[in-house]
Nanobody, 125 residues
Framework: QVQLVESGGGLVQAGGSLRLSCAASGRTFSHYVVGWVRQAPGKEREFVASINWSVGLTYYADSMKDRFSISSANAKDTVYLQMNSLKPEDTAVYYC??????????????????WGQGTQVTVSS
């Protein structure tokens, strides 16, 4: 079982940037799809982005692909989410997730088996 340790959340003004990090603990990310899901107050969890660790393929929510970028540092078993041009509606708890989602469900927020504790991102207007 892999544990996920997130960092990098915080408060930022609209238009600013943040980078989230997620490191594996207890097991490597090999053979997993690793990514981020967010949950805003009063809303369902929403897929943000993920990366297939073995082959490097990336997946994005259509609404965020122009502003967010996911990347990996394989030697460190760490995944990053670079968020640019942040908007107040990006305010949410961001969860690092990992798993082996069934074919066709990689953009489904609930398809992942492992979740981090979440990190708060707040974007002020």
């Amino acid at each position: 079982q892999v544990q996920l340790v997130e960092s990098g959340g915080g408060l930022v003004q609209a238009g600013g940037s943040l980078r989230l990090s997620c490191a594996a603990s207890g097991r490597t990310f090999s053979h997993y799809v690793v990514g981020w899901v967010r949950q805003a107050p009063g809303k369902e969890r929403e897929f943000v982005a993920s990366i297939n660790w073995s082959v490097g393929l990336t997946y994005y929510a259509d609404s965020m692909k122009d502003r967010f970028s996911i990347s990996s540092a394989n030697a460190k078993d760490t995944v990053y989410l670079q968020m640019n041009s942040l908007k107040p509606e990006d305010t949410a708890v961001y969860y690092c997730v990992a798993g082996r989602p069934p074919y066709g469900s990689v953009r489904y927020a609930y398809a992942y088996d492992y979740w981090g504790q979440g990190t708060q991102v707040t974007v002020s207007s």
